[in-house]
C-alpha cells in the first residue's frame, strides 16, 4: 500500500532559525496536501501541490513538489513561537481518492 | 461555516464494551473521512463515504468496526467488543467533491476514547 514518511519527526529550534521539514511517498502522487495539528487540536489545512515541481509561498512558509512527484518539502523562514505544532504531509496516489498522512514533524520553537 | 462536530469529546470504557460516536460534517460536504490518531503518529484512514455511500474501508479496518452515513449527512462509527488496543483519538473530517479529488479535508476536535 501507499506510505508517506516525513523527517525529521522532531525539531527544537531557537526563535528566528529556520526549519524544514521532509516528505516522501512510496509511490507517486496526484497530488500533495499539508496540515497543522497545533498542541492538543485537530489537524489544520495550509495547502495543497498538485504540479510536478510546484512551488507555493505563504508569507514565512514555502511548499515545494518534487518533479517526480513523490516528494515535498516545507520550509518555514525566521520560526516564530505561533510557528509550534506538528506538521503533516498526506498524500493522494493517483486513482485514489484516499489521503496517506506520514507521521508529522513535531516543530519546537523556544523564544 | 460551522465546523465539523463530533460527540462526545471523551469517552471511557471498559474493554468489551461497545461504543458508538457521532460526527456532524460540514452542511454542504458531501464527503466524510473517519480517521485515527494515536500520539506521535499522523491520521490512519479508516473509512470515507460520498453521501451515503461507504466507498473505501481501510484493509486494517477490524471486523468489530462499523461506519454508517444514513441519509447523507451526519455518521456514526460504532467499536464492538471494544480493546485497550482501541485508545485513541477518532477524529472525523469532511470535504467537498471538487475538481478530481483536490479536496482539503477539514477536521473535527476528535473524540478521545480510553480503553481500560
Known amino acids: 500500500g501507499q506510505q508517506v514518511m516525513q523527517i525529521p519527526q522532531y525539531q527544537h529550534v531557537q526563535e528566528g532559525e529556520d526549519f524544514t521539514t521532509y516528505c516522501n511517498s512510496s509511490?507517486?502522487?496526484?497530488?500533495i496536501q499539508w496540515y497543522k495539528q497545533r498542541p492538543g487540536g485537530h489537524p489544520v489545512f495550509l495547502i495543497q501541490?498538485?504540479?510536478?515541481?510546484e512551488v507555493k509561498k505563504q508569507k514565512r512558509l514555502t511548499f515545494q513538489f518534487g518533479e517526480a512527484k513523490k516528494n515535498s518539502s516545507l520550509h518555514i523562514t525566521a520560526t516564530q513561537t505561533t510557528d509550534v505544532g506538528t506538521y503533516f504531509c498526506?498524500?493522494?496516489?493517483?486513482?485514489?481518492?484516499?489521503?496517506?498522512f506520514g507521521k508529522g514533524t513535531m516543530l519546537l520553537v523556544s523564544p | 461555516d460551522t465546523g465539523v462536530s463530533q460527540d462526545p469529546r471523551h469517552k471511557i470504557t471498559k474493554r468489551g464494551q461497545n461504543v458508538t460516536f457521532r460526527c456532524d460534517p460540514i452542511?454542504?460536504?458531501?464527503?466524510l473521512y473517519w480517521y485515527r490518531q494515536t500520539l506521535g503518529q499522523g491520521p490512519e484512514f479508516l473509512t470515507y463515504?460520498?453521501?451515503?455511500?461507504?466507498?473505501?474501508k481501510s484493509r486494517l479496518l477490524s471486523n468489530r468496526f462499523s461506519a454508517e452515513r444514513p441519509k447523507g449527512s451526519f455518521s456514526t462509527l460504532e467499536i464492538q467488543r471494544t480493546e485497550q488496543g482501541d485508545s485513541a483519538m477518532y477524529l472525523c473530517?469532511?470535504?467537498?467533491?471538487?475538481?478530481?479529488?483536490?479536496?482539503?479535508?477539514?477536521f473535527g476536535n476528535g473524540t478521545r476514547l480510553t480503553v481500560t
Open positions: 501541490l498538485v504540479k510536478s515541481g
Open positions: 509511490t507517486t502522487l496526484s497530488n
Open positions: 452542511s454542504e460536504h458531501n464527503r
Open positions: 473530517a469532511s470535504s467537498l467533491l471538487g475538481e478530481g479529488n483536490n479536496s482539503p479535508l477539514h
Open positions: 463515504f460520498q453521501n451515503e455511500a461507504q466507498l473505501e
Open positions: 498526506a498524500g493522494r496516489g493517483s486513482g485514489y481518492s484516499t489521503l496517506t
